[in-house]
């Protein structure tokens, strides 16, 4: 257990040089890195089970010198934040491989390789620690990712790569210049130079207000873009059109994440005067994507677009539940945010499964599919509901929890952000009723069915979304101890800033 | 007695260097007119035996002929960076110049001796000294430069590079004099000293003299607007020597500069730090616009080496130690990954894998030749300074060192840059990754270039994960 973190983020690197170096055959490839996946997916197992749901601080905790001249710590940690995060993208790597074995066609072995390393990646992003660590996790991220839009994508694949890794990157390249003036400013404090995250942030408060400022808005920017908020998502809708289905799943199931988890990581407890001096600003910008997101969504003819356009929407609900700064928004946050991985990831798949049949993604094109696909039809009806939000599953419990947050600390925005709510219905139930009801276009007639793998893929995705329905509170009991160490770190924060 | 062991120490490495490099010429005649690549291989060797017997206690400094040569640490590492970027360039070059036809001892000789002259640069304590070694070095490299006298562009490069090499080496000397007339010496404590005592402070003179020093420099380090002579004859030159070119002459200068600037006009800063922070700035911005132009690789690769020396310029206005110390880190990282991607380039182009440098030319290189795909991948997101590569590390330093001294306006404008230049080292990646092949090509590659690419690749990757290993290297530096 001891180095069960380190296991966990070298595994898949491992995993990827193995069948670099010893496979030669896409077929074969494609079966290694899937066993590699469920592996890693066995392996957060004992993660879920060994963590002690009442420590709020961090767990297996691995710390080493690397750097040391300058104080970089090879410094990993996991706590009720990000374990729910490490649970998702072992579960959706796993998923999205064994969902592209038709879908990928062409160089099959570097496409594994890809997911594998963007995996290693994306855990990295999750435990790192140390500001250098973190960084370096969160850019490497965008290589693979970058290639897998680019390689394996639809037909502007090209133009949505550069524009997703430029647009993260610009975001980013401030930070790294935020996190050297953080190591410096908290150097001449204490006399202790390090990039060590928990330290920086435990001197919060000897951090000028101007500094604060300076330092969340450019921590703000490079999470934004990530996420995104509106008005930096342009991006979002072309990486997800253009990626593969697995891209794609791992784009809204994970990589959206992570600028969320960055904001509670980093932005609220190290610079907690900016945050919540900048508070309502933020719930307006997180009001706008819902709603924006939204209208827009409804008048996308392509469906994946359309889901992609729901992220925006979906992803403010998280953003406003973080930033209304009480228990119930951000676990109502977290939660959502883990929603939004399973459900947006489902649907993504489901998307891609009929698109290997079809090879179209018009909305125009289908309809009355449900009549041949009866299967088909079924998942897809429970997670439009599942993405709309209806009671007794998963998205419900999130949205529920952050607009109770949000009432508590800006009612307005919370009533405006509850209309998005009805929008999501209506785009929704309209893109499945074109595709799924209405009169049988001829052309599908004929289409098949889910085979079994589809199935078996999409299976785990559905009974989680009824389990954090039905008993969120498995999921919950793990983040409450940090939470409520958030909470009150804000709050101290805030009577020290009266 | 004490005395004359102290001047032998300081000037060891460069006898011992003299020595080995006539045994080359020697070799050069001995050897049959295949075997040629021995001498380079002799070459390594001699650096080997050099680098092994003048590595100087930590802290040691050997200061000799009344306070003119230094062998240090400082002189030590950068010696290191000038060995390396020779032994990659001979591993890779040798398959190139034999396509050529152009394989001949006195190329390794030349670059042996270039060394020689980086050396006193590097090592120098007096303007003579360091313009002896200045020129031993420059004229090296106008010979190399024009070294494939039966292509047109390479006789153009050399002529270029040779007629603007004088002009700014006049130039510097034109400065010298002023400098000297004013100070009264040559050396760069006794020159610091008169410029400490403050009664020259609002000299025109001295003024004069250093800016015409300084411009020197700047055409050296090919700073903006000093910087024309640059992509023609990096485009022009043998591609192993481009390669060359674009590293060692650069981190000499660097490091005479970092030198000079460090000791002789600390008293000065207040001139010369505003002018390199305008240049930097310049140089990076003009380096990475115009390198979004072109559409030749090569050409592109020379741009991108202003840019670089855009970046290496903030540590240098930083002024202070981790300043310098990121510029030889920089240094260090550039030879693993410029010279690799020269090598590949040049490799790539004589095997007709890529028809010429055009960026068209490497569609669907990844199909074609996976490895080396891979391997020109490694380099231009290292260039581009993406983590986890070696590239980062030395960016990361870089603006360290910035961030250290409150620049933090340069920072962020070096920042910004290198998301700039980001995409022109990606577009390279796309033609490789996601474009179809255009033509079809059956080639084998021979194992001396495999093998330079090979370790420039690795390295990158080495230095990404363990950076530690190289930080500690520069990290006791002081000039």
Redesign the interface.
Known sequence: MQHILSLLIFFPLAAALFILIFFRKGKSSMWAAFIASVIEFIISIPLMANFDKSEAGMQFVEKA??????GVQYFLGVDGISILMVFLTTLLTMIAILGSFTYIQKRQK?FYIAMLVLETGMIGTFLALDF?LF??FW??M??PM??II??WGGKR??YA??KF??YT??GS??M??AI??L??THGQITGNYTFDVLKITEQYGMYTQGFQMVVFAVFFLGFAIKVPMFPLHTWLPDAHVEAPTAGSVILAGVLLKMGTYGMLRFCLPMTPYAAIKLMPFVAALSVIAIIYGALVAMVQKDIKKLVAYSSVSHMGFVTLGIYALNQAGIEGGILQMFNHGIITGALFLLIGLIYERTHTREIADYGGIAASVPVYATIFLVFTMASIGLPSMGAFIGEFLVLVGAFAAFSDWAILAAIGVIFSAVYMLWMFQRVLYQSLNKRWENLADMNLREVIYIFPLLIIVFWVGMYPETFQSYMHASVIKLVEHMNTAAVAMQ | MQNFMMNLQSIFPEVLMTIFGLIMVVLDVMTSKEKKSMVGYFGIAFLLIVALLTNPQLGGKYLGFNNMLMWDNFSYVFFVIFALAYTLTTLGSVEYLKDKGILKGEFYTLMFFSILGMMFMVSAFDLTIFYVGLETMAIAMYVLAGFNKNEMRSSEAGVKYFIIGAFSSAMLLFGMTYVYGATGSLNYIQIAEVLKSGMIADNMTVKIGLILMLTGFAFKISAVPFHMWAPDVYQGAPTPAAGFMTVAPKAAAFAALIRFVYIALEPASGLWVPLFSILAVLTMTYGNLVALAQTNVKRMLAYSAISHAGYMMIGLVAMNPEGYRAIALYSLIYVFMNIGAFTLLGILKNKGMVEDERLESFSGL?KKN?LYALGMLIFM?SLAG???LAG?IGK?QI??AA??ADM?WL??IG??N??LA??YY?RVT?YM??NEPEYEVDATVGRSAFITSFIGAAMVLFVGFF??VF??FV?HLLV
């Open positions: 010198w690397w750097i040391k001249s300058i570097e250098f960084y370096i850019e490497a965008l290589i970058y290639l680019g390689v694949r090209v790569a550069v890794f430029i990157l610009a390249v401030l790294m210049l050297i003036a190591y410096y | 990844a996976p997101f993406i983590p986890p980062f990361f603006f360290m961030m250290k933090i920072a962020v920042a910004l290198s998301a980001c995409y990606m796309i990754y996601f950076p530690a930080i500690n990290k």
